[in-house]
C-alpha cells in the first residue's frame, strides 16, 4: 500500500506544485495562459468562523455576511499598497447594512445589521436566499490608500441580484473587464466539534485584454479604481473566455466549500485539460482595527463635553466596537484638558 508521504509526493506532481498545498485562510492567484484568464481563489475557515460567530447571526444572516467577506476577500487581497478595500451594502432590505473591510496586506472583518421582524417574515414566505434578504439599494467599493491620499470607490445599485451578480456587474461598468464569481458559504460539523463551524470559498476569474496583462490594471488597487477611462473598452468573449467561463461554472458550492479540497486541487480538477499556473497563497486573518486611543480620540474630537456626560452610564461611557464586539470604558471627564 502506497505510504501517505508517497501518496502526497503524487499529488504535488500532479499539480506541478513546488509547495505543500494551501490549506484553510488563504488566497491563490492563477492564471489560464492558454484561455487568456487570470483569477484568484479563496478558503476561509477559523477567520470565517471567528466572524460569523462572534454576533450569533441567524443563519441566513450569516450566510450572507459570508459572502460579503469573500468576495471583499477576492477584490481586496489585490492590493499592492498599505490600504484598506471597503464594501458596504445599504438596501432596503431585511439585511440593511453590510460592511466588510479588507486591510492589507491580509486583515478581514465584517459586520451585518438586520431587522428582527422583516427577517421573520421573509423565513416564514420563504424568501431567504441572500438576493432576497438584501433587498433594493446600493453597494458601494471603497479603497482608502490612507491619510493625505485620494479615496476611490465604486457604487453599484442593488436591485434584488445576488453579490455575484453585483460583482460581474461592477468590473464591467468601472472597469470593463469581463468578470465571473462564484461565492460558496456553508456550515461544516467534524468529529468533536461542539458546535457546526462556518466555513466559506470563493473564486473570482477575469478575461485578459488581446495585449496581455501588462496593459490590464490590476484588481482595484493598481489602477484607477473609479474611473472606467483607463480601462480598455474593447473587450471581446473569444473561445478562451467563454471556455474558462464554462468550466468554472460546473462547479458546486460543496466545492467550493469543502474543508478537504484544497485551492490547488480544485483549480487542477477544473482546468488540468488547458493548464492553469498558480502563485504562492497569500495568507487571510480576522483582525479588526479598532483600538482604545482610535476611540479615545473620536470621543475627544467629534463630541463636546455635554454629549459626553449625556453618553455616560453610571460616570462611565462605554464603546462597543461593532464589528469584534469589544467593549472600551472610558471616564467623560479624562477629556476636560485636551477640551
Known amino acids: 500500500m502506497t505510504d501517505k508521504t508517497t501518496m502526497t509526493d503524487n499529488m504535488m506532481t500532479s499539480l506541478g506544485l513546488d509547495r505543500p498545498e494551501s490549506g484553510d485562510d488563504t488566497v491563490v492567484p492563477f492564471t489560464l495562459d492558454k484561455l487568456d484568464t487570470r483569477g484568484r481563489t479563496v478558503r476561509l475557515?477559523?477567520?470565517?468562523?471567528?466572524?460569523?460567530?462572534?454576533?450569533?447571526?441567524?443563519?441566513?444572516v450569516a450566510r450572507l455576511l459570508g459572502e460579503a467577506?469573500?468576495?471583499?476577500?477576492?477584490?481586496?487581497?489585490?492590493?499592492?499598497?498599505?490600504?484598506?478595500?471597503?464594501?458596504?451594502?445599504?438596501?432596503?432590505?431585511?439585511?440593511?447594512?453590510?460592511?466588510?473591510?479588507?486591510?492589507?496586506?491580509d486583515g478581514l472583518r465584517g459586520y451585518a445589521r438586520f431587522d428582527h421582524?422583516?427577517?421573520?417574515k421573509a423565513a416564514e414566505e420563504g424568501r431567504t436566499k441572500p438576493a432576497e434578504l438584501l433587498g433594493k439599494g446600493?453597494?458601494?467599493?471603497?479603497?482608502d490608500q490612507g491619510e493625505h491620499m485620494e479615496r476611490y470607490q465604486?457604487?453599484?445599485?442593488?436591485?434584488?441580484?445576488?453579490?455575484?451578480?453585483?460583482?460581474?456587474?461592477?468590473?464591467?461598468?468601472?472597469?470593463?473587464?469581463?468578470?465571473?464569481?462564484r461565492l460558496a458559504v456553508a456550515e461544516f460539523t467534524q468529529k468533536?466539534?461542539?458546535?457546526?463551524?462556518?466555513?466559506?470559498?470563493?473564486?473570482?476569474?477575469?478575461?485578459?485584454?488581446e495585449h496581455g496583462m501588462s496593459h490590464i490594471p490590476d484588481l482595484p488597487g493598481d489602477g484607477d479604481f473609479s474611473n472606467p477611462e483607463t480601462a480598455d473598452p474593447h473587450f471581446e468573449?473569444?473561445?478562451?473566455?467563454?471556455e474558462a467561463k464554462a468550466l468554472m461554472a460546473t462547479l458546486d458550492d460543496l466545492e467550493l466549500a469543502d474543508p478537504e479540497l484544497s485551492s490547488e486541487r480544485l483549480l487542477f480538477r477544473l482546468y488540468h485539460e488547458t493548464g492553469v499556473r498558480v502563485f504562492p497563497p497569500m495568507p487571510v486573518v480576522e483582525r479588526c482595527t479598532c483600538s482604545a486611543d482610535r476611540i479615545e480620540d473620536m470621543l475627544s474630537t467629534s463630541f463636546t463635553a455635554e454629549d459626553r456626560e449625556e453618553m455616560a452610564v453610571d460616570g462611565e461611557i462605554e464603546v462597543v466596537c461593532e464589528f469584534c464586539s469589544t467593549a472600551y470604558h472610558f471616564n467623560p471627564h479624562q477629556f476636560d484638558v485636551k477640551d
Do not use: C
Open 69 to 105: 467577506v469573500v468576495l471583499a476577500a477576492l477584490i481586496g487581497s489585490s492590493l499592492k499598497f498599505a490600504g484598506k478595500f471597503i464594501m458596504q451594502t445599504q438596501t432596503d432590505g431585511p439585511v440593511n447594512l453590510i460592511v466588510v473591510d479588507f486591510d492589507a496586506p
Open 117 to 120: 421582524d422583516m427577517l421573520v
Open 154 to 181: 465604486g457604487i453599484v445599485a442593488l436591485e434584488g441580484n445576488s453579490l455575484e451578480d453585483v460583482a460581474h456587474t461592477y468590473f464591467m461598468q468601472s472597469e470593463q473587464i469581463p468578470t465571473q464569481v
Open 138 to 143: 446600493h453597494l458601494a467599493m471603497t479603497i
Open 192 to 209: 468533536g466539534d461542539h458546535r457546526p463551524h462556518w466555513r466559506a470559498g470563493g473564486m473570482l476569474v477575469q478575461h485578459l485584454p
Open 45 to 60: 475557515g477559523d477567520a470565517l468562523d471567528t466572524i460569523l460567530s462572534r454576533h450569533n447571526y441567524p443563519a441566513p
Open 237 to 242: 468573449e473569444d473561445d478562451g473566455w467563454n
